[in-house]
């Protein structure tokens, strides 16, 4: 079973939040925050360059894209970022493969407006609904990521990208889970959940932590299986194919 996964933002948030579930238009707000944070896109292109430069996980979550992508000969296809958010990965993998074509797509569209204009080397940035959209479109030549998303939606609503992919025929996937969930975090989580409550701190619930199996039992409904997989600090990056 998934286990809920909360965060406390910062009491602005949390309280005028009250609780409620992590949705399109939290987000919104979490991007277009006036004070920098590490869920906002700067307005600035120094200032977007200088927190993407500190975020080293997704510099090293891209080296290892990187090598994956020139191990297949993927040079030549549109890597598609899915609720790519900040777009800090898809920085580093332009930084590190120039000639890369890249897209993000996320389902808040002023983040990827705010995004066009402090990454312009970004090839393209356009609103998608992972679970509305139809994956048709982005089925040719081309290699879905999917960073750091795993919270975002319970069982049912995975199932549904996941078949939604198999229709659209998607075949190459790059998915990295927010974390594995092991029986200690999730422990950790509902000790972090209860002493937030304790201390009057409204925690936000951010969605769902699954475990390996879970998770490839997800990525079988659509047909997907695990080619490789590479470690990444707690989690792994895994790389699907369509069978
Ligand atoms: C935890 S963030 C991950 C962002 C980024 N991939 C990263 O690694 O930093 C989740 C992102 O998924 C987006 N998202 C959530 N539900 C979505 C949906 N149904 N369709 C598209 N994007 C969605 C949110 O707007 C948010 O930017």
Redesign the pocket.
Known sequence: MPVKHYFYFNQNHSDRWNGGKLD?EK?EEL?NDSEDTVFSISESMSDYEKSCLEATE?QEAAAIMTEEIKANNWQNRRII??????G??EWHLKQQNPQLHVEC????RS?MDRLKKVFPALDDAYE??????DYSALATDSVLVF???S???DPDQWRTVFSKMKEGGVKDIIY?P?EALTPILALREMLVHIKNRLLGRRDTFCGWMYSEKELLNIFAIGGYVVRKSRNLHRTKIYFLQRQ
């Open positions: 399109k987000w991007r997704h970022s899915m609720g790519a958010g900040t800090k990965l797509t996320d389902y808040v983040s998608f609904d992972m679970i509305e959209g960073h750091r998303l919270n975002e939606f990295t927010c």
